[in-house]
């Protein structure tokens, strides 16, 4: 199922998803019991609402078995239950990276840096008014006019309206006058009220505050390069875009902010967005140091490494061109591995090719080099897979919490 | 002043309770209802929730298969798929019924005329819950279950005990005695299956399988292949219907709180077996009984016509028969149908018509319809019911028609429609449709040699060519397996011509 999900994903995209839906193979929670085949054999059903059938009529028989639905197909072409819940993207990470911790080789001191921030400390009494709450603010300013029973506009209003209407009317009369000036009377009372009692009183001001916080800031760059020559097609894409996904969600997890860069070569290297890293074609030898070039010159440019923490994912087929292989070894010796917290390097090997999965002694000229590399740097793995069923075992296997087993 | 009993939506209990005894007067009195000692509990949605995943019972042991069945109810709830019931009643006595707290104190009145009455008199008179069920035992009987299984999973661990309900599970419907119960253990019998609880007395069927292979030897010897085999047969009470009680008494693998479980789930499966029979009868029962109340209660000015209404509004809705092309239709009402009928018994009854008189001369015209009605809801299952009392006038009200399918033929043909013609016939196959022993496959075991290959055999006896699926089958066979320990083989015959149709073994 996750292996599935893996497949129908983006690699950045592949966490913006809120919700992961998992079906449970119906095999776990088949309840089976001796049950009539919904086909075949000789069944007389009794139905209600006869229109204008008459005995003798036939009707086409209905698709699916006679007229009792069969279960449908789950769309996997296996049967299934159809039971199924939803994980929210937390749990579902939760379940697919459980027991799996970050290579805590080479703790480096710059692992986090820190910065300052601000975090929200509730409301004041006092404070700028590009910050004032107006929601708290007028809640506070409702509730003490209501105490203090300040006239209301409407009411005021209202008065106003009647006086002037009085006033408007000409008679002499003594109730008329005497009306007017008790409404003149009440009038002033209410105005000076209002007064009193103000609309917005300083007191209803509340303004939201702000401490200022530091930050443990930790960052992560992963580095996908991938050999795109003629050789890798797209089963060896595939497969590699499932190992970086994998890498890439999981190191999401860890630092709050990760960033990806795809480096694909043939027999020159480039930077690339990730549809052209995946889908574009692309033709041309094969030097896969021209990657690991590449890749230095953009840590050393943009990612300085006291503030990032530098992952390396590498997909090939093995094939490299003449004695290259020899200088890769050099180049990570020397530049790359003392800078990057992990490196993991995976080889797609064909499918059946039991004789290379299972020995890892053997292989071409860049597995040898590579195995040197792997001798000297402990935060230096490499693999070899074959099909999809491997990529998530393998990755585990990389970052198993227990890292004696993966040695 | 008005002497309406409530008024407005709001219910209390003290509502309730007079409510529930002016009910109780109409159906005592007037009706001549004979009822267990009402218990009427007010639940939650979750609560009816967990009623529901717990087979409506009160008390459960654990299994997964409950929360699969929870978590399917409550998310097709939450999202608003599917309502709750309004009510669930137990066969118990007293009678438990749970009622929906958000139900109005209409609604409340109609549940507990439809449950507490109407339900709980069918519980306690019809022929099939008196000979079956245990009404005043099965919370004790869940209670210990539940503890027991409990038990066993803390003994020998959950794993174990789920393989074993697993595959008890997987056989529930075969489970039960149709027709006729297992001889009642004597009290030494019981005694000694106590003992064997208790785990003091080693197994009984390791004892058979030394005498077997020790005594039976000689004994066989002798005598004929034939004569072995009816001995056998004799000795194990062959053929067998029940099959978890064959395993139950003849396993030669299981201990005994293995035993036991099987047991749980056929005396459970045996206990739901009658509601299985009278799903129609049971509710007809119940909403001719709310019908009859509630139209007395307004009568008797005791509810207001805004309550009728309301009632009436649910009760409507519950009768409503979508008719076989509707997009609603889903097989016949229960409800609709059992109603129906008894409406007509009344009918026929009081206002008989010539063919009334022609089809029912028992019934028709007989003044005390209330004394026929009681004796059809006791003496009565849905199959017998319909067979009895479907009349051709209601026949003709439902339009009902018969479609046969007939595999070999290209097309269904409309075979009797509701005409002079055809109500003998589509009352008999309506009947038939109720009849559990023909809606459910017959498979009995045949032989088991324990002194010889130990496979157990089956015989499916195939009705009208209709075979098992092959998928269900195959699990199931996995599943018996298991409990018998060595292979297990299913024949299915052509019940006609004993023509054998298929032979399927677990053995590879």
Known sequence: ???????????????????????????????????????????????????????????????????????????????????????????????????????????????????????????????????????????????????????????????????????????????????????????????????????????????????????????????????????????EKDLAKRFFMLLHLFLERAYEHTEIVFIRHTHQAQEVDEETFFYAKETGGTIVSTALTEMQKIIEDRYPTDEWNIYGAQASDGENFGNDSVKCKDLLFDALMPVCQYYAYVEIVGEGDDKLLNNSEEGADLWQNLREVDHAFPQFQMRRVAEPGHIYPIFRDLFAANKENAA | MSNLLFDGPEWTFELLGKAHDAIEEIAIEELGLDVYPNQIEIISSEQMLDAYSAVGMPLMYQHWSYGKRFARDEALYRTGRQGLAYEIVINSNPCISYNMEENTMAMQTLVMAHAAFGHNHFFKNNYLFQQWTDAAGIHDYLAFAKNF????????????????????????????????????????????????????????????????????????????????????RGKMNLPQENLLYFLEKHSPVLTSWQRELLRIVRY???????????????????????????????????????????????????????????????????????????????????????????????IAGNPDWKGVMKDAWANYRDESFILQFLSPNLIRKFKLFM??????????????????????????????????????????????????????????????????????????????????????????????????????????
């Not at chain 1, 006033?167 to 105005?191: F, G, N, Q, T």
């Open chain 2, 268 to 362: 459970i499966a045996q206990y739901m077996y009658p509601q299985k029979q009278t799903k129609v009868m049971n509710e007809g029962c119940a909403t001719f009984t709310h019908y009859y109340i509630i139209n007395r209660l307004l009568e008797k000015d005791l509810i207001s016509e805004g309550a009728y209404m309301e009632m009436m509004h649910s009760h409507t809705n519950v009768v409503l028969q979508p008719e076989y092309d509707d997009p609603r239709y889903g097989g016949l009402n229960p409800y609709a149908l059992g109603f129906a009928m008894m409406q007509d018994i009344r009918r026929i009854c009081e206002e008989p018509t010539d063919e009334d008189r022609e089809w029912f001369p028992d």
């Open chain 2, 403 to 508: 479609l046969s399918d007939d595999a070999k033929q290209a097309n269904l043909v409309v075979s009797n429609i509701h005409n002079r013609q055809g109500y003998r016939n589509i009352r008999s196959a309506l009947a038939r449709s109720y009849d559990l022993a023909y809606l459910e496959p017959d498979i009995q075991v045949d032989d088991a040699d324990l002194s010889g290959d130990r496979e157990l055999k089956l015989t499916h006896a195939v009705r009208d060519g209709i075979t098992l699926d092959p998928a269900n089958r195959d699990e199931v066979l996995k599943h018996l397996r298991r409990l018998w320990g060595y292979d297990v083989s299913l024949t299915a015959r052509n019940t006609e011509t004993g023509a054998r149709i298929s032979h399927v073994s677990t053995a590879a």
């Open chain 2, 149 to 232: 299984v409990a038990n066993c999973e803390e003994r020998y661990g959950i794993d174990a005990v789920e393989e074993i309900l697993d595959a008890a599970h997987a056989l529930q419907s075969q489970g039960v005695f149709r027709y006729g119960r297992p001889p009642r253990p004597s009290k030494e019998e019981l005694q000694a299956m106590q003992r064997q609880r208790d785990g003091y007395e080693s197994q009984q069927s390791v004892l058979e399988l030394w005498a077997d292979n020790t005594l039976g030897k000689d004994r066989l010897e002798g005598s004929e292949e034939d004569g072995a085999l009816s001995e056998r």
């Open chain 1, 1 to 235: 199922m996750v292996d599935k999900s893996v497949r129908d994903k983006s690699v950045t995209g592949a966490d913006q998803g809120s919700e992961e839906k998992v079906t449970i193979p119906a095999k776990g929670i088949k309840e089976p019991f001796f049950a009539n085949s919904p086909k075949g054999g000789f069944r007389q059903h009794v139905l209600p609402g006869n229109k204008d059938f008459v005995v003798g009529d036939t009707i086409p028989r209905p698709k699916g078995g006679a007229g009792e639905g069969g279960k449908k197909g789950a769309e996997d072409g296996e049967g299934e239950d159809g039971f199924s819940f939803t994980l929210t993207k937390d749990e579902y990470l939760e379940i697919l990276f459980e027991g799996l911790e970050l290579p805590d080789l080479v703790k480096k001191n710059t692992v986090e840096t820190e910065t300052v921030g601000t975090r929200r400390a509730g409301l004041t009494t006092a404070g700028t008014p590009n910050n004032l709450n107006l929601v708290r603010t007028m809640r506070n300013s409702l509730g003490r006019r209501i105490a203090l029973q300040r006239p209301s506009t409407a009411a005021f209003k209202a008065l106003e309206e009647e006086l002037k209407n009085l006033e408007s009317i000409e008679d002499e009369s003594e109730d008329h006058s005497a009306r007017i000036v008790e409404l003149r009377e009440k009038l002033a009372i209410l105005d000076r009220r209002r007064k009193l009692v103000g609309y917005i009183d300083p007191i209803d001001l509340r303004y939201d505050t702000t401490v200022p916080e530091k930050i443990r800031n930790s960052r992560a760059v992963v580095f996908c390069l991938m050999d795109v020559s003629g050789s890798m097609q797209e089963r």
